[in-house]
């Protein structure tokens, strides 16, 4: 909690099951009005239940969608298929420039290290996300 309290990068998190991770990422994109944190989430049941904290905490978010520009939001959610179109990587890194990305998490990143190259093949190019300084 410390290292994202004083923003260190890259961070890796390996917390057990039931212990509320997601208030690793969600407070401090309460905390940062104007600053966004990208979750890139690879089951796509599991962003109701971010969603219901988010309204409860009245967190602002999106999903992201490529035929418009996200309003003013803390959080916003995308799909791992999308987080590596041009579309969305130009959206970032333009954000970026302007310093509005705070934050990039991959939600269940140990799906990709666990996974075959036949699973989902597009999740190896997230590292291309690297690239993008947050």
């Known amino acids: 909690v410390n290292a994202i309290i004083i923003n260190k990068s890259p961070i890796v998190m390996i917390i057990g099951i039931g212990t509320r991770k997601s208030l690793c990422f969600m407070l401090p994109a309460a905390s940062y009005p104007g600053r966004l944190t990208v979750?890139?989430?690879?089951?796509?049941?599991?962003?109701?239940?971010?969603?219901?904290?988010?309204?409860?905490?009245?967190i602002s978010y999106a999903e992201w969608r490529s035929d418009r520009v996200p309003g003013d939001v803390l959080i916003m959610f995308i799909i791992p298929e999308s987080a590596i179109i041009k579309r969305f990587l130009d959206f970032l890194e333009l954000w970026q420039v302007m310093a509005k990305v705070d934050r990039i998490i991959v939600n269940k990143c140990h799906m990709i290290m666990e996974g075959s190259l036949s699973f989902r093949p597009k999740l190896y190019k997230l590292g291309t996300l690297a690239l993008i300084r947050v």
Do not use: E, F, P
């Not at 979750?39 to 009245?58: A, P």
């Open 39 to 58: 979750i890139i989430i690879l089951l796509i049941s599991l962003q109701g239940n971010l969603i219901d904290w988010y309204q409860k905490l009245r």
